[in-house]
């Protein structure tokens, strides 16, 4: 049978249907489709987080040992005063008292403006989660009659100051005989530099 | 499915059935006047998506047999109409039946060519269906749906007349191998049992002899001769229509039959009207008789079905498809919340074990990046102690090294000098500056001027102090000696110079944070 123009007419609610049905069922088998391939995702991403979460169960008693020792080592920067403002004045003052209290020749120093510290020294990032590490850079000349005098003044200058300290370089040489206030002749000199360092929050 | 109606038509009305399973049920009956084909439009109208089978049962039928040239494709179509027009001019009603070629000569075809000739007497009806666009499957001839019974009560083996008796008359049908070849229709005047057992044994007589007449049976032995009636009226036909030289007479049960062939009804009489427009709804015969255009809604109707189908074949499909992923995503989606329900409690295990530390006023994420970066840093601060205690060790083993000059860093890599770190304050670190740095001390020393012309100690005490600073993972390298023994190098005599100094050396060590 010749199919004419007007059997197409008569035919067209079923070939709408026909279209129709196509278009709902590819829709609905796509549909499904995407579900399932969501699902398998979420899927992936669950058996993925669970995998993590025992992991993380599995070690947790290592872990809360570590978190301790983390608060703990926290606790003693922020009781230390690493962690908060720089306290210059301190500073100054706990090295007019250092070198009295051990009697040194002579002592000079510069400490140049806070800035971000140097990446040389903390590779990586001077940024830790919302906390910047800040240094103020010092070039520290001595006189001395010994070498001790140097080491000496580093330790008392470490446990007095709410500061972290990093001696990044230390020149130690003999010194030209010139007499000294206490009258002996200084033996050594030393040129040093370090790093005043302090945690700051970070601005957001 | 739409419903089946069968029209059967005879000399004088035609009548419709209701087609069910097993039992054509009537609906209407029409006259051959102006006011029957009115109503039979009417009818039709009412009974539009029905699908119609149209059963002619009339004495104007012609069938013609002969071998054409075996052809195929549009010669064949061409030659069967050329034959049709032939021999059925007048009427579009008309077929051909293939009987299987010749087994001898060329192989010629044998065909049926059969035409119902009284197309007046039809086209009134088939007008009207045309008008109502009726969905008229095909016309068939009551002979075809005899052929479709025959073929199975006597096989496909010898010669048959079969008589069969219908509100029309008393129809002879002359079988060959089971295939029709010819058929007559001889009308009643009663219809009555004993006219037509009368008539059976006339009406034997003269088909056998026309029959004789064109060769399509042997004179020689009788022709097998098949009524088909009631039991109930066995007797009276068989007492009329005995066996003769010609004719050896069977009777075919009607009822057997139509148990046979699942007509609900049996019949009461020997008229098989019943059982043939069953057979003929329940097995159409593959060919008809109507013209194309005659088929035209029929085709429509079934193009429609055939969509309809499709349509629901293609969505049925798809939402097998779409159900298989339904279940795979209920079966993912109980996985998930499976999958959920541990991570959750793990979690809560988790939480409620950490819940156990020490408050602190920063988050542990946050926590754990300090601390880790502080160690980071407190790991290159531990000042140049270490290293001068270690120096000074070394040197209270070599008491004639004197020293005069210490330069003591830390350094990203173990081979920057003082000039490199200085211009590299702010550059990226090198590779190695990702762990945690080195220290490095270059040290120069001087021995006692006693030992100016002792080149051999000069060169031991130097290197018994070099290996006196090696340990605790420091390396140690000699930049220059009091005294070069490389081949490479000049030396001088110590007269040269007008004033004696102190010999000297340079070291440099070098130990990672």
Redesign the interface.
């Known amino acids: 049978?010749n199919?004419v123009a007007s059997?197409f007419f008569?035919?067209r609610w079923?070939?709408a249907?026909?279209v129709?049905?196509?278009i709902?069922?590819?829709a609905?088998?796509m549909?499904?489709?995407r579900?399932?391939t969501q699902?398998?995702t979420?899927?992936r991403q669950?058996?993925a987080?669970?995998r993590e979460?025992?992991a993380?169960?599995s070690r947790?008693?290592d872990e809360?040992q570590e978190?301790?020792g983390?608060?703990t080592?926290?606790?003693q920067?922020v009781d230390r005063g690493?962690i908060g403002q720089e306290e210059r004045l301190d500073w100054v003052e706990q090295i007019a008292r250092i070198k009295s209290a051990r009697r040194l020749l002579d002592l000079q120093y510069d400490l140049s403006p806070q800035k971000a510290?140097?990446?040389?020294?903390?590779?990586?990032?001077q940024v830790?989660?919302?906390?910047e590490?800040m240094a103020s850079t010092m070039k520290l000349r001595m006189s001395l009659l010994h070498?001790n005098d140097?080491?000496g003044f580093?330790?008392d200058l470490r446990q007095a100051v709410h500061a972290?300290?990093?001696?990044?370089?230390?020149?130690?040489?003999?010194a030209a005989s010139a007499a000294s206030e206490r009258g002996l002749p200084a033996q050594l000199s030393a040129e040093c530099t370090i790093d005043w360092?302090t945690?700051r929050e970070k601005k957001k | 499915m739409p419903a089946r109606r069968l029209l059967y038509l005879d000399a004088s009305r035609l009548t419709a059935y209701r087609w069910r399973p097993g039992t054509p049920h009537e609906e209407a009956s029409f006259s051959a006047d102006e006011s029957g084909l009115s109503a039979f439009g009417e009818y039709l109208q009412q009974q539009r998506p029905s699908v119609f089978y149209l059963l002619v049962d009339v004495a104007d039928e012609g069938f013609q047999l002969e071998s054409v040239p075996y052809v195929q494709g549009r010669d064949r179509q061409g030659l069967i109409n050329r034959k049709l027009a032939q021999y059925y001019y007048g009427t579009p009603l008309t077929m051909a039946i293939s009987l299987g070629r010749a087994k001898e000569g060329r192989r010629d075809e044998k065909m049926l060519f059969a035409g119902l000739t009284g197309y007046t007497h039809i086209e009134p009806w088939l007008q009207v269906m045309r008008e109502e666009e009726t969905q008229l499957a095909g016309v068939y001839s009551m002979p075809q749906v005899l052929a479709g019974l025959v073929a199975k009560l006597a096989g496909n083996n010898g010669q048959m007349l079969v008589m069969s008796i219908t509100r029309a008359g008393l129809r002879q049908s002359f079988f060959d191998q089971g295939q029709l070849r010819f058929s007559r229709l001889t009308a009643m005047a009663t219809g009555r049992i004993e006219e037509v057992a009368t008539a059976c044994a006339a009406e034997a007589n003269k088909i056998y002899q026309y029959l004789a007449g064109q060769r399509l049976v042997a004179r020689d032995k009788p022709l097998q001769t098949l009524v088909l009636a009631h039991p109930a009226q066995f007797g009276i036909i068989g007492d009329r229509c005995r066996n003769t030289t010609e004719r050896q007479v069977l009777l075919g049960d009607l009822v057997a039959e139509a148990k046979k062939h699942g007509l609900a009804k049996a019949p009461t009489d020997s008229k098989g009207d019943n059982l043939f427009l069953h057979l003929l709804a329940k097995r159409p015969p593959s060919q008809q008789f109507a013209p194309?255009a005659e088929?035209?809604y029929y085709?429509?109707w079934q193009?429609?079905f055939a969509?309809?189908v499709?349509?629901?074949g293609?969505?049925g499909?798809?939402?097998l498809?779409?159900g298989n992923?339904?279940a795979?995503?209920t079966t993912?989606?109980e996985?998930?919340r499976t999958?959920?329900t541990?991570?959750d409690l793990?979690?809560r295990?988790?939480q409620d074990?950490?819940q156990?530390?020490?408050p602190?006023a920063?988050?542990?994420?946050?926590?754990?990046?300090?601390?880790?970066?502080?160690?980071?840093?407190?790991r290159?601060?531990s000042?140049?102690?270490p290293l001068?205690q270690h120096i000074?060790r070394a040197l209270g083993h070599a008491p004639k090294v004197e020293?005069?000059?210490?330069?003591?860093?830390?350094a990203?890599h173990p081979g920057e000098d003082?000039a490199s770190?200085a211009g590299?304050?702010?550059?990226?670190?090198s590779p190695a500056?990702?762990g945690n740095?080195y220290a490095i001390v270059q040290l120069q020393a001087q021995l006692p001027l006693a030992m100016a012309s002792d080149h051999r100690s000069q060169l031991e005490t130097v290197n018994a102090f070099a290996a006196a600073l090696v340990g605790n993972g420091i390396q140690v390298q000699v930049l220059s000696l009091p005294f070069e023994t490389e081949s490479g190098k000049s030396i001088k005599s110590s007269e040269v110079s007008s004033q004696v100094e102190p010999p000297k050396f340079v070291l440099r060590m070098v130990q990672a944070l």
């Not at chain 1, 510290?117 to 990032?125: A, C, F, R, V």
């Not at chain 2, 994420?365 to 160690?375: C, F, V």
């Open positions: 049978m199919i059997d008569k035919l079923n070939l249907i026909l129709l049905a196509a709902a069922g590819v609905m088998v549909g499904s489709k579900l399932v699902t398998e979420t899927q669950l058996s987080q669970q979460i025992r993380k169960l947790a008693r809360e978190m301790r983390k608060i080592l926290y606790r920067l690493v510290i140097d990446e040389t020294l903390l590779p990586g990032s830790a989660d919302g906390y590490f070498e140097l080491l580093l330790a972290h300290l990093l001696v990044r370089d230390c020149a130690l040489g003999r360092i945690l | 194309t088929r035209r085709r429509l193009a429609r969509i309809n499709a349509a629901a293609l969505f499909l798809c939402l498809f779409a992923h339904m795979n995503f993912l989606t996985g998930n999958l959920q541990d991570i793990g979690e295990r988790y074990m950490m156990g530390l020490p602190v920063i988050g542990q994420d946050n926590l754990r990046a300090l601390t880790d970066r502080y160690e980071s840093l407190a290159r601060s000042g140049p102690e001068l000074s020293l005069t000059q210490l330069d003591w860093r830390i990203g003082r770190a590299k304050t702010s550059a990226a670190p500056a990702t740095g």
